[in-house]
T-cell receptor, first 109, second 112 residues
Framework: GQQLNQSPQSMFIQEGEDVSMNCTSSSIFNTWLWYKQDPGEGPVLLIALYKAGELTSNGRLTAQFGITRKDSFLNISASIPSDVGIYFCAGQLDDKIIFGKGTRLHILP | EAQVTQNPRYLITVTGKKLTVTCSQNMNHEYMSWYRQDPGLGLRQIYYSMNVEVTDKGDVPEGYKVSRKEKRNFPLILESPSPNQTSLYFC???????????FGSGTRLTVV
């Protein structure tokens, strides 16, 4: 079946550093979504991308929908302690949404 | 406040004892879905529903049932739970299915 490869699996960074993570697939998607999950909570939608090549920002977050429609990346600039959590990408085609396995972000003091 | 509410948040049960996890949304969303989250496996879809009385299997439907008798509710039923169904479960809803899902806070189920 369809799979998303999300990388890296985990990251350890210093506060203030920029972060980059990405998702790739062998399948084409019509929509790419990025979620963040805090401990003990459900995922929360950060950014939705609907068009190939689209670049969208939400505060310090920037995400892009790859031209081939098979990949997407998420960047976080100037990380702060509350950025800690698990970030999930999700690709959607018709009624199906496939989630990546997540990138766990740790911020060192 | 717009939200997806699931109950209970935590549940410990024994093998074979039927249980229901409730899910309700107050946003008049058409689409609702159930996911399970397991370490190293991410979020996997169990069942989804595009409208009242319309449900379809996701990637891991075995051992689960759902119903969508009214738009706001989408309960998940485990007729005979087994230990491999120990997991963190999320209900989610979406207005169109294209605009991203709003997730509930999760139900942590342990089957012993």
């Amino acid at each position: 079946g369809q799979q998303l490869n999300q990388s890296p699996q985990s990251m350890f960074i210093q506060e203030g550093e920029d972060v980059s993570m990405n998702c790739t697939s062998s399948s084409i998607f019509n929509t790419w979504l990025w979620y963040k999950q805090d401990p003990g909570e459900g995922p929360v939608l950060l950014i939705a991308l609907y068009k190939a090549g689209e670049l969208t920002s939400n505060g310090r977050l920037t995400a892009q929908f790859g031209i081939t429609r098979k990949d997407s990346f998420l960047n976080i600039s100037a990380s702060i302690p509350s950025d800690v959590g698990i970030y999930f990408c999700a690709g959607q085609l018709d009624d199906k949404i496939i989630f990546g396995k997540g990138t766990r972000l740790h911020i060192l003091p | 406040e717009a939200q997806v509410t699931q109950n209970p948040r935590y549940l410990i049960t024994v093998t074979g004892k039927k249980l229901t996890v409730t899910c309700s949304q107050n946003m008049n969303h058409e689409y609702m879905s159930w996911y399970r989250q397991d370490p190293g496996l991410g979020l996997r879809q169990i069942y989804y529903s595009m409208n009242v009385e319309v449900t379809d299997k996701g990637d891991v439907p075995e051992g689960y049932k759902v119903s969508r008798k009214e738009k706001r509710n989408f309960p998940l039923i485990l007729e005979s739970p087994s230990p491999n169904q120990t997991s963190l479960y999320f209900c989610a809803s979406s207005l169109t299915g294209w605009d991203g899902y709003t997730f509930g806070s999760g139900t942590r189920l342990t089957v012993v």
